[in-house]
Structure formats: C-alpha cells, structure tokens
C-alpha cells in the first residue's frame, strides 16, 4: 500500500504539488516511485526556466524505466534539488520530503483547484494496481 502526502495535491500521472508559503514544491507519489522502482538518474531543469501546466519538467530513470515529470502548474523554476544528482535514490527513500524535484513560484493558483484531492487520488492510484 503506497503513502499519500494529505497536504499535497496531484496529478494523475503521479507527479503531487504541496504549497509551502509562496512556493509550491513538485515531486512524485510514493505510488510512482514504488512502481518504477530503484531510481538511477533525475534530469531537472534549471532555476528560472517557465513551465505550463502539462509540460514535460524533466525525467527520472529507474533500473525499469525512464519516465517524464510533468508540471503540475504553471509557474517559474525557483529551485532545484541538487541533492538528487548524486542521490537519485532519495526519491526511492522520502518522495515526499528530502526526495522532492523542484519548488516553483505559481504563475495561475486557480490551476491548484483542478489538481486531484489526496483522496481522488488515493482512488484514482489504487485503480491500476
């Protein structure tokens, strides 16, 4: 059974956002990092480059697979986790704390209102398994 993070919001290709003051960080479910498996490799972007919500953020690449990152809001890249280059397995032990990816400063809040619930996604992530 995969954690959910009741603070954060999230997209159904298992990216969450959790505003913390001004910033909203962006990471993947525990769902995600569980079924992608031993993390290898994260490619972010750099502080400054400008999303739209659906973009492709970046990539991480397990022993399984490599996947794309999604935005899960529009919004400017304020910062990096640079820790994540020389332990991509962070991912695999905290995805919800010291494994997160980037922190964004919002471009259209209004776009949070359309992001799943924990609950909607607890429901939305137990269908595939």
Known sequence: MSTIDKNAKYRPSHEWARREGNLVVIGISDHAQHAL???????????GKVFKQG???????????ASDIYMPLS?????????????PDLVNKDCYGSGWFVKIE????????G???PEAYEVESGKEE
């Open 106 to 113: 919002a471009a259209k809040l209004p776009e949070w209102d």
């Open 55 to 65: 973009d492709t953020l970046g990539v991480v690449e397990s022993v399984k697979a």
């Open 37 to 47: 498996g031993d993390i290898v490799f994260v490619e972010l972007p750099e502080t």
């Open 115 to 117: 992001l799943l619930t």
């Open 75 to 87: 919004g400017k890249i304020a910062a990096v986790n640079g820790d994540l280059a020389g332990s």
